[in-house]
T-cell receptor, first 115, second 110 residues
Framework: GAVVSQHPSWVICKSGTSVKIECRSLDFQATTMFWYRQFPKQSLMLMATSNEGSKATYEQGVEKDKFLINHASLTLSTLTVTSAHPEDSSFYIC???????????FGPGTRLLVL | QKEVEQDPGPLSVPEGAIVSLNCTYSNSAFQYFMWYRQYSRKGPELLMYTYSSGNKEDGRFTAQVDKSSKYISLFIRDSQPSDSATYLCAMSNQGGKLIFGQGTELSVKP
């Protein structure tokens, strides 16, 4: 149990295009989902917290107009990187927190490369 | 000072060894403590989840939490090459976001 999927697993795009990443909790409901970014050899950096049916809360320094987050249901959250640039290339990981727990279950991650 | 301190390693041990991984923290409000394992280019996988102080065992893994010392540990018995990964400690208070350690890179040599 407690499986989180992410799609796509990797994406290559041209500079200036937008990329959407989906995060789904497959066997549990999650009122809260999280989006992280991870650089090589570093720990996870929280970008934003999204609650089902409300606006996401962004961490300091994260541009909300660039990283659009939608949490449309208790099992789905999406991250859209708008007008992507090479510096947005990174490993993006989502997580979901079950309604009755304090822990988070992570997706397998999405590797984004912007050319 | 970081809220959560974790020795980044790398840590190299022979197969079959007992591995001890540790984290210290400064926020006494933390109540929930987790250990994640992360293989290269993968998302973190939850290994252990404990609430408040005490021990929890699951197979070859034992997690310990000492809230009085603000210190948590993960022990891996009979370590295997497949245990080679980065181990992340994480903690939170109720409803709060996870605060991670820097991660310890472990290598188990056959």
């Amino acid at each position: 149990g407690a499986v989180v999927s992410q799609h796509p697993s990797w994406v290559i795009c041209k500079s200036g295009t937008s990329v959407k990443i989906e995060c789904r909790s497959l066997d549990f409901q999650a009122t809260t989902m999280f989006w992280y970014r991870q650089f090589p050899k570093q720990s996870l950096m929280l970008m934003a917290t999204s609650n089902e049916g409300s606006k996401a809360t962004y961490e300091q320094g994260v541009e909300k107009d660039k990283f659009l987050i939608n949490h449309a249901s208790l099992t789905l959250s999406t991250l859209t990187v708008t007008s992507a640039h090479p510096e947005d290339s990174s490993f993006y990981i989502c997580s979901a927190r079950p309604i009755t727990q304090e822990t988070q279950y992570f997706g397998p991650g999405t590797r984004l490369l912007v050319l | 000072q970081k809220e959560v301190e974790q020795d980044p390693g790398p840590l190299s041990v022979p197969e079959g060894a007992i591995v001890s991984l540790n984290c210290t923290y400064s926020n006494s409000a933390f109540q929930y403590f987790m250990w994640y394992r992360q293989y290269s280019r993968k998302g973190p996988e939850l290994l252990m989840y404990t609430y408040s102080s005490g021990n929890k065992e699951d197979g070859r893994f034992t997690a310990q939490v000492d809230k009085s010392s603000k210190y948590i540990s993960l022990f891996i018995r009979d370590s295997q090459p497949s245990d080679s990964a980065t181990y992340l400690c994480a903690m939170s208070n109720q409803g709060g976001k996870l605060i991670f350690g820097q991660g310890t890179e472990l290598s188990v040599k056959p």
